[in-house]
C-alpha cells in the first residue's frame, strides 16, 4: 500500500520518527537473510512515452521511468527502470540522457512549521545501458512542469502557476549537469500544456490558442507566432509541414507552416460533449485520437480511439471508432504501425495499415501482483491474478530475467509437473514448457472448471485443482489431458504416500486417496485460526496460519502419525498472518504477510524457534524454499533471498546445489563456442535433445543414437557455426519433458 504524507507532522508522530531514528535499523529490518535478486512489477500509470532507436521510455506514474525493448512491437520486453520519489507524467530522451519530470517528483521536505512538501522537477537519467538507468542530476522547481523537450545542450520546461506571472519558459543549461543553470526565462500569454519541437521552432499549445518560440539561440528566445483559439487546446502532433491541436473535447484544428507563415487549413469536430481526449498522434495521413466518455458526473464510462483521415485537411473523415480496454496516451506511428502509452502502464500496438479496421497486435501491460509461484530447475513461475503468468530465469539469482509473460485471463494458481505448465483462475490451462521463453498452449478448459479454479497444487502424482465445491484430483498420465479422477475437501492439498493432508477454514483434514474415485476422511482437526498453507515432513504437519484479520500469525505443528487422530505437537506465535510455507531441511520458511519472509528452525518440532527475518518491501503471500534460497511471491515484487545465515550456514552461494533426478544445464552459459551439456534422466530409454533459436526454430540436434542409461550424462557441444544470441535446449525422456535457456556471446 502506497502512503501519502500530507499535512502537519503532529507531535506524536515526530516522537515516533525521532525513536526510529534511534534504532539500529537498516532500510529493510533483517536478521540472518540477505537479499540477493529481485523483480518488480509495480506499474502504475503511463502517461508518456518518447521513442529512441530500438526503446520507449514511458513515464509510469508513481513507479517512475520503464524502458521496454521495441524491436519487435508485437513482443515487447521490458528491459529496466528508475523510480522516482515522486508521480513521473513526463519524459523526453535525447542522445544517452532522459529526462524525468512530473508532480511532485522530488524528495519529501520538512519546513521550520513541520508542513511537507514536494516539489516539482525533473530528473536527468544517463540511458546509455538500458537495463540499468543512472541518475546523474536533479533540478527544483517551484512551479508545476507541464512539458520538457530538448534542444542540443539545453533543456526547454514549461511551467505553470496560478498567477499568470508564473506561466514561462524555462531553458536550462545542462551541458555540465552537475552544474546546471537557468540560460533564459520568457514570460508565455497562456497556461502551456504540451509542446512540440520543430526544427528550431518551439510550439506549444496553451489555454489560449497555439504559440511558437524561435530556440536559434536558446540564450535569447524569441516569439514567432500567437495563433489565439476559443478553446483551451491540450494536445499537439505534427507530420511533415502541418500541426495538429487538439481541444478536450476532441475538436481538431490543423496549420500549415510554410517558412515564417502559419495559417489554419482545417478542423474536425467529433461533437460529443461527454468525450474527452487524452492524445493525439498523426503520421501517414491519419490522426489517431484517444478518448473516453463519462456520465454526467464526470466519471469515466469507457475509452476508445478514433483513427481520421487527415490526408485532406478540408475534409477530414473518421474511418474508425474501436472501443479499447485501456485509455490511448502519447506514442507514434510509423510504416502502419502505431505504439501508445496505455494508462493502465505499459504499451499497446495496432496494425494500422488498414486504418478503417486498426488491429490489435502487441501489448506490454503490467503483470500485476504476484500472488503464487512454483520454483524447479532455473526457471521460476508467477501468477499475476489478473495479469496472467510470467517465466522468470534464475540461472544468476542475483540477476533474475524476465523470459515470457502470458497476459491471459486471471490466473490464480500455477505449478508445474514434468516439461508442463498448469495454470488456473478464471481458466484452466496447460502448457508445454520445455523452452520457457516460448511457451506453447496445449489445452484450454473453461465450461468445466476453468471459473471455479481458485489455486492449483501439484504433489506426488497428482494435480489438485481447488474451486467453490472443493478440490477436483487429476490424473496426470497424459500430461496435456488432465483427467478428473476424484475430488475430496480443503486447500493447498500435499500428498504423503495414499493420504492426503489439506488446510481449511479453520481446520487441517486427512484423506485417504488409495481410491481416488472414493476418497475418504481419515480425520479433521478443528483449530481457532485460519489456516492458510500447508508443508509436510516425517508425518508432521507444518500449518501457516492466522488470527483476528491477520494481525497476528502463527506456525502450527500438527502430527499426524496417528492418521484417525491429529494433535498439535508445537505452536510458534508470529508478528503477521502467515500466508504460506515451504521446507527446507530443519528449517520452516514462512510467507509472513506485512512482516515478510522468516525463518523456523524445526529441529524439535515441539519448540520450533525463530532464526531468521526480513522485511520483505511488499507483502509476502507465498514462499518456494531451495536449499539455502528463498523465492517469495511478494505482492509487487518477486525477491530471492539468501537464508544460510539464518540456517547456520558457512556457504553463501548464488547458484542452487541441488537438482531433481530429472534436470539438464549447460556449462559454461553463457559460452562463446563450445559448452558441456549435462543431462540426467531417471529412466533408461530413448533420449532426444535439441537446440532451438529464440524463434522457436531447431538449429542442432544432440539426440545421442542410442538408449541411455538411468543417471548423469554429458554431451559437448561444438556451437562455433551459430550468431550470437539466446537459444534453448529442450530434453525428452520417456514421457519426461525439461527444458534449458542458454546464452552464446561473442
Not at 508532480?103 to 520538512?110: A, C
Not at 516539482?120 to 512539458?147: C, E, H, M, Q
Not at 532464526?611 to 524454499?625: F, I, M, N, Q, S
Request: hydrophobic share 40%; with cysteine.
Amino acid at each position: 500500500m502506497r502512503t501519502f504524507l500530507r499535512g502537519r507532522l503532529t507531535l506524536a508522530a515526530l516522537c515516533l520518527l525521532t525513536a526510529l531514528s534511534n534504532q539500529n535499523l537498516n532500510a529493510q529490518d533483517s536478521l540472518g537473510i540477505n537479499k540477493v535478486g529481485e523483480l518488480r512489477f509495480d506499474w502504475d500509470r503511463a502517461y508518456d512515452v518518447a521513442f529512441a532507436g530500438q526503446y520507449a521510455y514511458i513515464a509510469d506514474g508513481w513507479a517512475g521511468l520503464r524502458i521496454v525493448n521495441i524491436t519487435n512491437p508485437r513482443q515487447p520486453v521490458e528491459t529496466g527502470g528508475f523510480r522516482t520519489p515522486g508521480e513521473a507524467t513526463i519524459v523526453a530522451v535525447q542522445g544517452n540522457y532522459a529526462f524525468i519530470g512530473g508532480n511532485e517528483i522530488t524528495e519529501v521536505l520538512l519546513d521550520a512549521r513541520g508542513y511537507l512538501h514536494r516539489k516539482d522537477g525533473f530528473y536527468i537519467v544517463d540511458i546509455s545501458d538500458p537495463a540499468s538507468p543512472r541518475v546523474i542530476a536533479l533540478w527544483d522547481s517551484t512551479t508545476n512542469i507541464k512539458d520538457i523537450v530538448t534542444i542540443g545542450h539545453y533543456v526547454v520546461v514549461g511551467r505553470a502557476g496560478s498567477d499568470e506571472d508564473l506561466n514561462r519558459l524555462h531553458i536550462i543549461d545542462f551541458e555540465d549537469p552537475d552544474r546546471m543553470f537557468i540560460a533564459s526565462r520568457l514570460r508565455l500569454t497562456g497556461t502551456p500544456n504540451e509542446m512540440e519541437l520543430i526544427g528550431e521552432e518551439l510550439f506549444l499549445v496553451t489555454d489560449s490558442g497555439l504559440q511558437s518560440i524561435l530556440l536559434t539561440d536558446p540564450v535569447n528566445p524569441a516569439y514567432a507566432h500567437d495563433y489565439r483559439l476559443d478553446d483551451n487546446q491540450y494536445q499537439i502532433a505534427h507530420y511533415d509541414n502541418r500541426i495538429y491541436t487538439l481541444e478536450w473535447h476532441n475538436n481538431l484544428t490543423i496549420f500549415q507552416l510554410d517558412q515564417n507563415r502559419l495559417s489554419l487549413i482545417g478542423s474536425f469536430e467529433f461533437g460529443n460533449d461527454r468525450a474527452y481526449s487524452s492524445s493525439l498522434n498523426v503520421g501517414n495521413g491519419i490522426a489517431v485520437v484517444g478518448q473516453y466518455s463519462s456520465d454526467n458526473n464526470n466519471s469515466p464510462i469507457f475509452n476508445y480511439y478514433s483513427v481520421l483521415d487527415v490526408s485532406d485537411p478540408e475534409h477530414v473523415t473518421e474511418l474508425s471508432s474501436t472501443i479499447c480496454e485501456t485509455r490511448l496516451e502519447e506514442g507514434v506511428i510509423v510504416e502502419g504501425i502505431g505504439l501508445f502509452a496505455a494508462d493502465v502502464g505499459g504499451l499497446i500496438a495496432f496494425n494500422l495499415s488498414n486504418p478503417a479496421q486498426p488491429e490489435k497486435i502487441g501489448q506490454y501491460v503490467r503483470p500485476g501482483d504476484v500472488k503464487r509461484l512454483w520454483v524447479e530447475g532455473e526457471v521460476a513461475y508467477l501468477a499475476h491474478g489478473d495479469g496472467g503468468w510470467s517465466s522468470i530465469e534464475i540461472e544468476s539469482l542475483d540477476n533474475p530475467l524476465l523470459i515470457s509473460l502470458e497476459q491471459s485471463d486471471r490466473v490464480s494458481g500455477i505449478v508445474k509437473a514434468g516439461g508442463y505448465l498448469y495454470t488456473g483462475g478464471t481458466r484452466f490451462r496447460s502448457f508445454d514448457v520445455s523452452n520457457p521463453g516460448q511457451p506453447t498452449l496445449k489445452t484450454d478448459w473453461y465450461d468445466n472448471y476453468g471459473w471455479r479454479i481458485s489455486e492449483l497444487g501439484y504433489s506426488g502424482s497428482y494435480l489438485f485443482a481447488t474451486g467453490e465445491s472443493g478440490t477436483n484430483i487429476f490424473d496426470l498420465n497424459v500430461p496435456d489431458r488432465p483427467a478428473s479422477i476424484g475430488s475430496i475437501y480443503g486447500l493447498h492439498p500435499v500428498q504423503d504416500g495414499n493420504m492426503v493432508i489439506t488446510v481449511g477454514s479453520k481446520g487441517v483434514q486427512v484423506f485417504d486417496i488409495t481410491h481416488p474415485a472414493r476418497t475418504v476422511e481419515l480425520a479433521y482437526y478443528q483449530t481457532q485460526w485460519q489456516t492458510h498453507d500447508v508443508a509436510i515432513r516425517d508425518s508432521l504437519a507444518f500449518v501457516a496460519c492466522s488470527f483476528e484479520g491477520e494481525v497476528v500469525g502463527g506456525l502450527q505443528v500438527i502430527s499426524y502419525r496417528d492418521p484417525y487422530r491429529l494433535e498439535e505437537v508445537g505452536f510458534l506465535e508470529l508478528p503477521s498472518g502467515a500466508r504460506g510455507i515451504s521446507l527446507s531441511d530443519e528449517f520452516a520458511f514462512i510467507a509472513v504477510g506485512d512482516s515478510g519472509l522468516m525463518i523456523i528452525e524445526i529441529t524439535d518440532p515441539t519448540n520450533p524457534r525463530a532464526t531468521g527475518r526480513y522485511d520483505t518491501p511488499g507483502r509476502a503471500l507465498e514462499v518456494a524454499a531451495v536449499g539455502v534460497n528463498a523465492f517469495v511471491a511478494d505482492s509487487l515484487f518477486f525477491g530471492i533471498y539468501d537464508c544460510s545465515e539464518a540456517m547456520g550456514r558457512e556457504e553463501r552461494s548464488l547458484r542452487r546445489v541441488s537438482l531433481p533426478d530429472e534436470f539438464i544445464t549447460a556449462y559454461p552459459n553463457p559460452f562463446n563456442s563450445a559448452a558441456t551439456i549435462s543431462f540426467s534422466i531417471a529412466k533408461a530409454g530413448n533420449v532426444t535433445l535439441k537446440a532451438y533459436d529464440a524463434k522457436g526454430r531447431q538449429v542442432f540436434d544432440l539426440s545421442p543414437t542410442s538408449p541411455q542409461q538411468s543417471g548423469k550424462h554429458d554431451i559437448h557441444w561444438d556451437a562455433a557455426m551459430l550468431p550470437s544470441g539466446r537459444y534453448f535446449l529442450r530434453l525428452e525422456a520417456e514421457g519426461m519433458i525439461t527444458g534449458q535457456p542458454i546464452s552464446i556471446v561473442r
